[in-house]
């Protein structure tokens, strides 16, 4: 086995393999360690082999907590991380070594809570709210607590939500925030105070928790040093990557669990950071090496292993410029195959029209659809495109986008299963209850505010009188229900359950059930690859917390198809060719971007998505394109030009084309060289 660690220990360079053998042989150094380092460098892949390392020397895996900033993220480690233990250990097949504690923060965090629940007086069967969900429910205080009659310039329950958040992730007083980044809503200070107040206490009376109650719970629950200590000694390895995207409540959960640092591993770019518009700061990576009890270990890496050196060029051009960051530039010896393209293209029609030729041609060329990606800066931006691609038949799947979990069918399902989870749930409960015809929405809420007074509040739905037109439909559910709350039926027969009983509402409520139908039964299909149904439930929920993921859409999974990813879901991820669609102003940078800050962030933004290419990197610009903007609430056109981090002078470093090529013109075709030589010798007989 030694000499097969060694062998895999010989594939990576010398940074990687410190950061990879750090404290794991004998006189073991404790120290935490902070690998920083440059886009495709190697810092997923060093942490991957850092844990197979760790496991291959006799770790246990119940006892590594693993941090990534997706589930597909996770999932993806654990298989890298399988393949190189295979490798150590000489196995044939790779079997991954299960990472019961891989996950996204909020994820883990989620699973640590129902755990510790009764530790903290929390109710076990708590469901989570995603964002629509926890939209809606900022609304419905609003309303009860009489802020939806006033005036209509009070901020709207996104923009609520959105505030909310901010105070909760950024540890800021709420004044704070309003001056700093809702500037046009700090009149309604004392009001806000006054909604989050009884959102949170609705939340409670409720027993759901929104994203960031898994972040904030879990602090909360460390701050409490005895169970700070209990958790913390549950693992001897903690490992983050993408630090540079963490929040100060995430800090401060790690610093709980690992006061002195030992066993924590952090990975990340601060170059990379895109996430401080939720409460992210960078400061978190910067200021790591002095936050523990013992100084961290520092590790860069500097050699590229994703990109051209003609990519990392223009790329480093764009990042260098930035204002404050750990200076490091790239370097590889990958071979380049042409330059990066710059293409300036009349409008988005023309854009998506060029995307796709150009998708196709490197189809032709060899690659697979699934090798290749086109990024934009908001999901709304691939629309012009998604046309163009089914016009040509391209299969695509769009990460982030399609709204799978958010159509109204699947949020009914999952709704029926939310409410049996946890009868407290309103917003479930509410939505089930609406299915049943006869019953409108002042039963809704009487039965609701009856089982939230009730003890028992499942009872309620047994002894529930509903008007009589409902009364049939109404003893059918009650049925249901009282299975599914029944401690004896195995996940996922719930799931089975639910369906059958739904199925018949979807086909009445909706002219294209059809269509509907396969959804669901889609989702019910998913259900046997959970545990249990509250892992079902809560993993559907946080995956996507904020914009990511694989969505459990239609059955595309065996074909190949092309990636279609905002820039935010993109980051970690790479292609062997890349599309970054409006490469203007106005969209990178947005034009709402406008504090220096800001546009910092929108400068990194772009630096993520050009990082992303392997091979081929392809920069799209409108001349004229669309944007919807919820700042100026309207839709307008814009004329614009490249974006202003790339400069006249770094252009040059791009093979800049025109697309479609001027009428008349012979496409851009070298003339062959016969001629040359007869211009030469033309112009040579005059001189
Ligand atoms: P990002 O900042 O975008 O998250 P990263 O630093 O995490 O990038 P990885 O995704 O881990 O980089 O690696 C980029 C690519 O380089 C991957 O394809 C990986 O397999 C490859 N790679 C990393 N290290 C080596 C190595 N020592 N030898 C060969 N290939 C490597
Ligand atoms: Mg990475």
Known sequence: QEERLAAVLAELNEAQRAAVEHGVCEAADMRPLLVIAGAGSGKTSTLAHRVAHLIARGADPQRILLLTFSRRAAQEMERRAGQVLAKVLGLRSEAPPALPWAGTFHGIGARLLREYAAQIGLDVSFTIHDRGDAEDLMGLVRSDIGLAAMERRFPRKGTCLAIYSRVVNGGAPLAEVLAQAFPWCAEWEAELKR???????????????????LLLYWAEMVAEPALAAQVGARFDHVLVDEYQDTNLLQAAILRALKPDGSGLTVVGDDAQAIYSFRGATVRNILDFPGQFTQPARIVTLERNYRSTQPILDVSNAVIAAAAERHAKTLWTDKPSVGRPQLVL????????????????????????????????????????????????????????????????????????????????????????????????????????????????????????QPPSAAREEWARFAAIYAQLRAPALAWPADMELALGWYLPHLERLHDDAGLRRGDVEQLARLASGYASRERFLTELTLDPPEATSDRPGPPLLDEDYLILSTIHSAKGQEWRSVHVLNVVDGCIPADVAQGAQELEEERRLLYVAMTRARDHLHLIVPQRFYVTQQAVRGDRHLYAGRTRFISAAEATRFEQLTWPPPAGRAPAVPPPASVIDLQKRLRAAWR
């Not at 909604?195 to 109650?213: I, S, T, W």
């Not at 041609?361 to 691939?382: I, M, P, W």
């Open 195 to 213: 909604l989050f107040g009884a959102y949170v206490e609705a939340k409670q009376a409720q027993q759901v928790l929104d994203y960031d109650d």
């Open 345 to 464: 293209v009349p409008d988005e029609a023309q854009q998506a029209r060029f995307v796709a030729e150009r998708v196709l041609a490197h189809r032709e060329g060899g690659l697979a659809l699934k090798s290749q990606a086109v990024l934009f800066r908001t999901s709304s931006h691939s629309a012009a495109l998604e046309l163009e691609l089914a016009r040509r038949n391209i299969p695509f799947v769009k990460y982030g986008g399609l709204k799978f979990l958010e159509a109204a069918h699947v949020k009914d399902l999952l709704a029926v299963l939310r409410f049996a989870q946890n009868p407290r749930g309103r917003m479930a409960g509410f939505r089930v209850t609406q299915l049943i015809p006869g019953i409108g929405p002042a039963t809704s809420t009487r039965l609701l505010d009856a089982m939230a007074q009730a003890e028992e509040p499942g009872a309620v739905i047994q002894a529930f």
